[in-house]
């Protein structure tokens, strides 16, 4: 696992660079030139459902071909340093714990200053619901809930495949992840299409979005939040939500910061209620973002921790 924590710190140093070669981008490049292919919307429902099952079969096989071969190549150089070093680099652009602190803080900043406007425009750079009509406290949510599930996403569970099976099995999660994130809506377009894919990112995210959900607790109790609330409000309320591993994110924060998260929001002009999430103890403000990011961080940390400590005793014969 040193591999992972000098990935991690690749991370804080240089973040996640904007470039259209990022190989997230090329996976996403990938899906929408083969959806591109696939997709016509006059197929029948069960047609639709094929393909699109087709669609992450196709992707998931030519990214994990590809990085594996990659990987192949870089383990025939006869330095397990550089080997180590490269292969961070390569771990280091499926997590995101900067680029979320860093949408956090920016927006803090803009709430911090009163532009509300300039914080409704840049909330909806990580959201899908609109945002033009959003309240401050509203926008404290939303980037609130996104950085607690991208904790998942973004950080907990490409490290945890890559602790299962390196950095090819890392970027086959990425890549099930920007599935998802592409066509796993129930719309038209995608209700269909998108479902193989949606489901297969809830398959995978489960044993992740739990890990982070109990290491939330274990961070509140460290920075001196409400640990004991947050796993009351673990318990109570994460099956609430949505997804079925959402919840385990965003109620544990809910609980650990005295906030209630979920509420009504709108996506395309129609208003959806999503049920709450946490106690409205306190009032949801800016202060409760970077709250949320110093949690974020803490779980990332300790899973690190956890899992460095399991390699080196499993390293040493003791299992």
């Not at 924590?5 to 899906?31: E, Q, T, Y």
């Not at 071909?65 to 771990?91: C, H, K, P, Q, S």
């Not at 110093?294 to 779980?299: A, F, K, P, Q, S």
Request: net charge negative; aromatic share 12%.
């Amino acid at each position: 696992m040193v591999t992972a924590i000098i990935a991690f710190f690749m991370d804080a140093v240089m973040g996640d660079p904007r470039s259209k070669l990022h190989p997230v981008v090329l996976i996403g490049n990938l899906i929408a030139g083969i959806e591109g292919m696939l997709y016509s919307k006059d197929d029948s429902d069960n047609r639709k459902l094929i393909l699109g099952g087709f669609l992450v079969v196709l992707v998931l096989l030519f990214t994990f071909t590809v990085v594996n071969g990659i990987m192949n190549l870089v383990n025939l150089l006869d330095n397990v340093y550089v080997i180590t070093l490269i292969e961070a680099f390569f771990l280091s652009f499926t997590i995101s714990p900067k680029i979320q602190a860093a949408a956090g803080k920016e927006l803090y900043d803009y709430l911090a200053a009163d532009d509300q406007e300039q914080a409704r425009y840049k909330v909806g750079w990580i959201v899908g619901r609109d945002t033009e009509e959003l309240t401050p406290g509203e926008v404290s949510r939303a980037t609130i809930e996104t950085i607690a599930e991208n904790t998942v996403d973004g950080i907990i569970a490409p490290l945890f495949y890559f602790a299962i099976g390196g950095v090819p099995l890392a970027f086959l999660y990425r890549a099930v992840n920007t599935l998802d994130s592409m066509v796993g809506y129930k719309n038209d377009r995608y209700m269909y299409f998108g479902r193989v894919a949606a489901r297969t990112d809830d398959v995978l995210g489960y044993i992740p979005a739990r890990i982070t959900g109990l290491l939330f607790v274990v961070s509140a109790f460290i920075l001196g939040y409400d640990g004991k609330k947050a796993w009351q409000i673990l318990r109570r309320d994460a099956a609430k939500h949505p997804s079925p591993n959402g919840g385990w994110a965003e109620a544990t924060v809910a609980g650990a910061l005295h906030i209630r998260l979920g509420g009504f929001n709108s996506y395309f002009g129609r208003v959806h209620f999503r049920e709450y999430m946490g106690d409205p103890i306190e009032e949801l403000g800016l202060d409760h973002i970077m709250k949320t990011i110093r949690l974020m961080y803490t779980d990332t940390i300790l899973f690190l921790i956890i899992c460095h400590l399991l390699f080196v005793i499993c390293s040493v014969g003791v299992f």
